[in-house]
């Protein structure tokens, strides 16, 4: 176990350096960094001159490079127009958008390994075709579809819901959860389904049926457990899909986090805030990978044993 | 991000099919008759997909959808650019089936004009998608050794980005100006943008598959035999793992299309005079407009997800057809 954490550990240096490398390629050296500093016009020489220096852009790639990085392991993502740090920007904005973000979590798995497993065990009934409609149609309606619509059934005209949640409160960010939470409540109960109905095929159910267990002890404990592992790798790769959606639906519920500030510093062109955003989440989404493919092999043996 | 998390997921999980798997299951169920040719795979999906209302119903829509994309005339005749300001907002009329927008535009003919921005972005990032891919993971494949190596940490690289934080630094970084960049071009840049994090998905399932069929007796007698490796790969491998590169891409096709309005929908997709299901959406979206003007929300909302839907459950179908564990 300790030599797999180890050997996850090293496979992780190489994808941080590659990420963070090609993210600072694309921005600083292939793109123009000053651009949107100046507004609407082009910047002046001598303020290009100033920021490619302070900037250390006059020096060679590598050395850039790696003075950006010394700059990002001491947490400085650089400074936005409005003169303030990118990083207390986002300091202050970020418990928000990981409640959001949990909340979102908790409602996707239950919904979604519930429906997995009633369709799983029930397979070729009603229930299996009404769990693979409703999933196929919400994997198809992009999220800020749902999120306008849900704004505009649940909050304008049932008034179910505060319209906006500005403030950030659990009654406000219901509304919001569930939308970011639609999209993977059907990857998750797709691949519920799927490992529950092959896995009951395996041939420990079997033996577990022929000594005399109940059903549901063979389902709930036997099978259920192996099933749980594809859902909680899929957990990595939904901090992906939910950092996206964060963005969305934080617009359009206008939540003041992480989210809603990415979406405002695109459109009013503060570049340092774009990129520090984004390579923060990017960082943060390689960090929980990490800690899930760990989780993985706590889970299953099988794959800590190679 | 092991392999195995990639592979577990549902929609993208496919079986590759080699003749052998295929071969051997449906020998005994389906014996062929005495004269009767003997039968390919193709023809065995084939009969299969014949026989499922979903194929035909998702054909339909694609066909619907790529007809709206190449020849928008045929379906309406008013001019999408044509801002009638004193209409600003009207409801769906005998005039304008759809209603008209803040500008006064119709929207039933910006939503028939959307759809070739979908339809373009989605084929383009697809192809370069299962282009670039496929290429990369049949040399990694084949090849193995370091450069299997080099291709899998790269590709490994690449799928440390989400793909919608990808997309809004590169084109944050190269934008589409709405006035100068030619429609095509800013077309072009979304997709290669989605091609550019995207190609480790197909470049991991070509990879797996050449390193499944590679060790088969046909593919060593051919070797025996002295073919080269390009014809090796072109007719034994190839044919074999093409079908799970087509199911993933029509069911990524479908989740480009969505990438995109939702890239657009953020302001930092296609810009403005161009017209996209996705900045309609957004246009539509605020709780000012969803008030006043529900009906330019619903008619893009409905034509997009429905483009999304058609492609989702093609590939979906098709799998179902190709994988012989679910027969």
């Known amino acids: 176990m300790g030599k797999y954490i180890i050997r996850r550990l090293l496979q992780m240096i190489p994808v941080i350096i590659g990420v963070t490398f090609i993210i600072y390629v694309a921005v600083f050296a292939l793109g123009d960094p000053t651009v949107g500093r100046c507004g609407e016009r082009s910047c002046p020489e001598g303020y290009i001159a100033k920021f490619r220096a302070d900037y250390n852009l006059d020096k060679p790639l590598i050395v850039q490079y790696l003075l950006y990085m010394g700059n990002l392991v001491q947490g400085d993502l650089g400074t936005n127009f409005f003169g303030n740090r990118v990083i207390d920007e986002l300091a202050e904005r970020w418990p928000v958008t990981l409640k959001l973000g949990l909340m979102a979590l908790v409602i996707e798995s239950v919904i979604g390994i519930t429906a997995g497993v009633l369709a799983g065990i029930r397979r070729g009934k009603f229930i299996d075709s009404l769990v693979t409609v409703s999933t196929l149609l919400l994997i198809s309606i992009p999220i800020f579809v749902i999120g306008s619509f849900s704004q505009l059934i649940f909050g304008v005209r049932l008034g179910w819901f505060p319209v906006t949640a500005t403030q950030g409160t659990f009654y406000q960010l219901i509304m919001p959860a569930f939308v970011l939470a639609s999209v993977s409540v059907a990857y998750i109960a797709r691949l519920m389904r799927t490992n529950l109905s092959e896995n009951l095929r395996a041939d420990y159910v079997r033996t577990a049926k022929a000594k005399g267990l109940t059903n549901a002890r063979t389902v709930g404990v036997h099978t259920l457990r192996n099933s749980l592992i594809a859902v909680v790798t899929f957990i990595g790769i939904d901090i992906g899909f939910l950092m996206g959606g964060a963005i969305v639906t934080e617009r359009i519920f206008n939540i003041n986090g992480i989210g809603n500030f990415l979406y405002r510093s695109i459109n009013q062109k503060d570049g340092t805030s774009v990129v520090g955003t984004i390579v923060c989440l990017v960082l943060i989404y390689l960090v929980v990978n990490l800690l899930v493919d760990i989780l993985y092999g706590f889970l299953d043996p099988r794959i800590s044993h190679d | ?327």
Do not use: C
């Open chain 2, 1 to 327: 991000m092991t392999d195995t998390t990639d592979s577990s997921l549902d929609t993208t999980s496919v079986v590759p099919v080699t003749t052998d798997a295929g071969g051997g299951l449906e020998a005994p169920l389906r014996a062929p008759a005495k004269g009767e040719k003997a039968r390919s795979l193709g023809t065995d999906v084939w009969d299969e997909l014949r026989h499922r209302p979903m194929f035909w119903i998702s054909a339909a829509l694609i066909a619907f959808f790529v007809l709206m994309a190449a020849f928008p005339q045929l379906f309406t005749s008013t001019d999408p650019h044509l801002a009638d300001l004193s209409k600003a907002r009207e409801a769906p009329s005998a005039d304008a089936w759809f209603g008209r927008d803040n500008q006064g535009y119709d929207v039933y003919a910006r939503t028939i004009y959307g759809a070739r921005a979908s339809i373009l972005v989605g084929i383009f990032a697809t192809l370069f998608v299962a282009l670039l891919g496929s290429f990369v993971g049949v040399i990694a494949g084949y090849r193995a050794g370091w450069m299997d190596s080099l291709f899998s940490r790269i590709a490994e690289i690449f799928l440390g980005i989400p793909l919608l934080l990808g997309g809004i630094l590169f084109l944050y970084v190269f934008p589409n100006d709405p006035l100068t960049t030619p429609f095509l071009v800013q077309v072009g840049k979304v997709a290669l943008v989605m091609g550019i994090f995207g190609w480790p998905t197909i470049m991991r399932l070509m990879r797996g598959s050449v390193l499944q069929v590679k060790p088969n007796d046909y593919v060593q007698a051919a070797r025996a035999l002295g073919a080269s490796p390009t014809r090796i790969i072109g007719s034994h491998i190839l044919p074999n793992s093409l079908a799970s590169v087509i199911v993933v891409s029509a069911i990524n096709l479908g989740a480009y299309i969505s990438v995109e309005a939702t890239l657009s929908f953020l302001g930092i997709g296609l810009q403005p005079p161009a017209i996209s299901w996705g900045i309609q959406i957004s246009e539509a979206s605020g709780i000012g407009m969803i008030r006043a003007a529900p009906h330019m929300l619903f008619f893009p909302s409905l034509f997009l997800s429905l483009t999304v839907l058609s492609f989702i459950m093609m590939g979906d179908v098709v799998r179902d057809a190709l994988d012989p564990r679910l027969r």
